[in-house]
């Protein structure tokens, strides 16, 4: 995503980039083209779809798939409260007697719901700056926390991150095809960049 972005990523200031997927959420501070410190997480976009399906079977007695979950989501969904209250209507099946039953969710909501899983997005992006060396941070300071993948898109989590973090956070413009075409090389494949990180921060980076 990093490379989709256009960053100067082989320079050696510091860039942090945050993509949120489907599958992973990927945090990275990238310095001199390596890794300097990151977070591979298997919460996002999906987990919060998850945190909607089983919001709506805890609190309403309502059975919604997945593709429901998304779209309210992406209707309502938020990580920071809004100005102005959303609302949309889930159509389900209620748990008691088994029949069609279409209830109204708002934001707030909403919100709750996916709250777990922000909120350990956040802890991680909290940790990997405190593993950064305070040189890349003040490049960080100066140009913000990039945000990138669908995930990230999600309303108010730039506000959410840059009131945790003390940062300026950006969103990169069109974060879902940025993702595509910064495929593979920085952070869509952690993993197999293991041999950039050193060998301390790999032992806390990949467990
Ligand atoms: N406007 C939106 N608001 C909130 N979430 C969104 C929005 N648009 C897309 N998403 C979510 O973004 C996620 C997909 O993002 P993206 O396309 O970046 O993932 P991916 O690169 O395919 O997945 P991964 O990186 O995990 O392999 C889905 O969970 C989708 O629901
Ligand atoms: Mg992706």
Do not use: H
């Not at 082989?10 to 990275?28: F, L």
């Not at 708002?106 to 802890?123: C, G, K, L, T, Y």
Request: glycine letters at 10%.
């Amino acid at each position: 995503a990093a490379i989709g972005a256009r960053l100067p990523v082989t320079d050696a200031r510091g860039n942090m980039v945050v993509d949120i997927g489907g599958g992973t959420s990927e945090i990275a501070v990238i310095s001199l083209g390596g890794i300097v410190s990151a977070r591979s997480l298997r919460v996002a976009g999906d987990e919060m779809n998850e945190d909607i399906i089983r919001y709506c079977r805890d609190e309403f007695n309502l059975l919604i798939g997945e593709k429901s979950a998304e779209d309210i989501k992406i209707a309502i969904g938020s990580a920071y409260p809004l100005k102005e209250q959303l609302k949309c209507s889930v159509r389900g099946r209620d748990l008691v007697s088994g029949l069609p039953k279409e209830t109204i969710v708002n934001d707030e909501q909403i919100r709750e719901a996916i709250s777990r899983s922000i909120r350990i997005i956040v802890n991680n992006i909290k940790t990997v700056i405190e593993e950064t060396p305070p040189e890349l941070l003040s490049d960080i300071m100066q140009r913000g926390i990039i945000l990138a993948g669908g995930g990230g898109l999600i309303r108010g989590l730039d506000k959410l991150v840059a009131n945790q973090t003390e940062m300026p956070v950006r969103m990169m413009e069109d974060p879902l095809t940025a993702v595509v075409r910064g495929v593979g090389i920085v952070l869509e494949d952690l993993e197999s960049l293991k041999d950039v990180l050193v060998e301390d921060q790999r032992e806390k980076s990949f467990k």
